[in-house]
């Protein structure tokens, strides 16, 4: 279902460059991802076991299931696969749920927005406003991070995710001042605000050993091996532009290698935070 959704929306990124080739082929992949997923429903650590150990879908499939159908139907326009987004929604309890985040794991507040967006009924967007309205009487650090009780490991991908959400729902029309606050918030904390960047080889007192193996090899041919791993020195290359993991509850940050839960990157990590500084500077 993920992968369907990233699929579909591939295909309308693609088709607004005007390569409508590769932007069909997207879909039709789509196409078949996701009647894959509808047809055998689970998780992927069901077939996958050794997944499980360490990227284990916490959430379930209900809301993949959903993000795709909507996914699909915004990709499409066909009404098909809109009648079985809410179909999904109705059928899982747990998607109706009040999020308490927004993650490559949890979904629901995504699909729920999506649902609003191709859909315009009332229901969904109510379902926005009650987790936007979480984000005003959630926890924040001294510094004005967003904490969440997931925060502990990658606090700054969290709050990413949630700039990204709010500015999608501000575009579309839901409590925009104060959605479009929120993101430049979040955003400007990230890039320094506390009087650090979070984000490796740009801004003042960047990170400068990330948890990310090929970034801390020195160059050939020399050997990269545990040695390496544990240099108590800067990385042998900069990772530009990566996020590392953040700070904790109290805005203290560790800079070292070997604690994934402050300085590890990832695809997911800068996901929500560049596409929440491109929607910032769109607002600019």
């Not at 993920?2 to 879909?27: H, K, M, P, V």
């Not at 650090?141 to 990413?160: F, M, Q």
């Not at 801390?216 to 990566?242: E, I, K, R, V």
Request: charged share 20%.
């Amino acid at each position: 279902g993920e992968t369907a959704a990233a699929l579909a929306a591939g295909s309308i990124y693609f088709n607004l460059r005007g390569d409508t080739a590769y932007a069909d082929q997207c879909l039709e992949h789509a196409r078949t991802l996701f009647d894959f997923a509808d047809q055998y429903r689970g998780t992927y650590a069901d077939s996958i076991t050794q997944a499980g150990d360490f990227y284990n879908s916490w959430s379930g499939y209900h809301d993949e299931l959903v993000w795709s159908a909507a996914w699909m139907a915004k990709a499409t326009g066909e009404s098909e696969y809109t009648d079985k987004a809410v179909d999904f929604y109705n059928q899982f309890d747990d998607v109706q749920n009040l999020p308490g985040e927004f993650s490559w794991d949890n979904k629901i507040a995504g699909a729920q927005l999506m649902l609003w967006d191709i859909t315009q009924d009332e229901k969904y967007k109510t379902n926005v406003e009650e987790f936007l309205s979480f984000f005003k009487t959630t926890t924040y650090t001294p510094g004005g991070l967003i904490w969440l009780p997931v925060s502990e490991w990658g606090s700054l991908r969290h709050a990413g995710n949630l700039a990204h959400f709010a500015l999608q729902a501000a575009n579309l029309n839901i409590d925009v001042d104060a959605s479009e606050n929120f993101a430049e918030s979040q955003i400007n904390y990230i890039l320094g605000d506390t009087g650090r960047s979070y984000v490796v080889g740009w801004g003042e007192n960047s990170p400068l050993r990330p948890h990310h193996r090929s970034s801390s090899c020195p160059d050939l041919p020399a050997t990269c091996d545990f040695d390496a791993y544990y240099n108590p020195g800067p990385n042998w290359q900069t990772l530009n532009g990566a996020l590392v993991g953040g700070p904790d509850q109290n805005d203290q940050y560790n800079d070292d290698r070997a604690d994934y839960k402050t300085n590890e990157v990832g695809t997911d990590y800068n996901a929500g935070f560049q596409s929440a500084l491109a929607g910032l500077n769109k607002l600019n």
